[in-house]
């Protein structure tokens, strides 16, 4: 579910991101239901340049069985050791083409930083990540 809008300068939003598991698999296993929230904030400071400020919630329950292909004494095969919480924020800029100058071109980046992580036994922790992206429209 996602709600947005703009003004001249300004864009605002949020979105609902779920993943949920209705049953399980035929060897009664099914991977952790997946919770994210989102809100954003842009500033356009001209036609062509726009930053965005995002904070992103998530939540990933653990696995629901257990895989008898993933077994050991190994942190990695408990099944109680997957998901957790994490709390993100993200960093954007956008470079628009307009007025006949690249007109329909997009560039996007975007850094994200970890704010807050409480995973679900010993795991692998986020670090921060980067995105770019391209896209013209015609």
């Given at each position: 579910?996602?709600?947005?809008?703009?003004?001249?300068?300004?864009?605002?939003?949020?979105?609902?991101?779920?993943?949920?598991?209705?049953?399980?698999?035929?060897?009664?296993?099914?991977?952790?239901?997946?919770?994210?929230?989102?809100?954003?904030?842009?500033?356009?400071?001209?036609?062509?340049?726009?930053?965005?400020?995002?904070?992103?919630?998530?939540?990933?329950?653990?696995?629901d069985g257990r895989d008898v292909?993933?077994?050991?004494?190994?942190?990695?095969?408990?099944?109680?050791?997957?998901?957790?919480?994490?709390?993100?924020?993200?960093?954007?800029?956008?470079?628009?083409?307009?007025?006949?100058?690249?007109?329909?071109?997009?560039?996007?980046?975007e850094v994200t930083l970890p704010?807050?992580?409480?995973?679900?036994g010993p795991q692998m922790q986020?670090?921060?990540?980067?995105?770019?992206?391209?896209?013209?429209?015609?």
């Amino acid at each position: 579910v996602t709600y947005s809008g703009h003004s001249e300068k300004f864009g605002w939003g949020a979105q609902y991101k779920s993943r949920i598991h209705l049953s399980e698999n035929s060897q009664d296993y099914t991977l952790g239901d997946t919770h994210s929230l989102s809100g954003w904030g842009s500033y356009g400071w001209g036609d062509n340049v726009r930053s965005s400020l995002r904070l992103t919630a998530e939540k990933e329950s653990e696995i629901d069985g257990r895989d008898v292909m993933i077994a050991g004494p190994v942190q990695t095969a408990n099944p109680e050791f997957y998901g957790g919480k994490r709390l993100e924020l993200g960093l954007g800029l956008d470079l628009i083409g307009s007025h006949n100058i690249m007109d329909g071109h997009r560039l996007g980046a975007e850094v994200t930083l970890p704010l807050y992580q409480n995973l679900n036994g010993p795991q692998m922790q986020r670090d921060y990540g980067f995105t770019v992206g391209y896209s013209y429209a015609f």
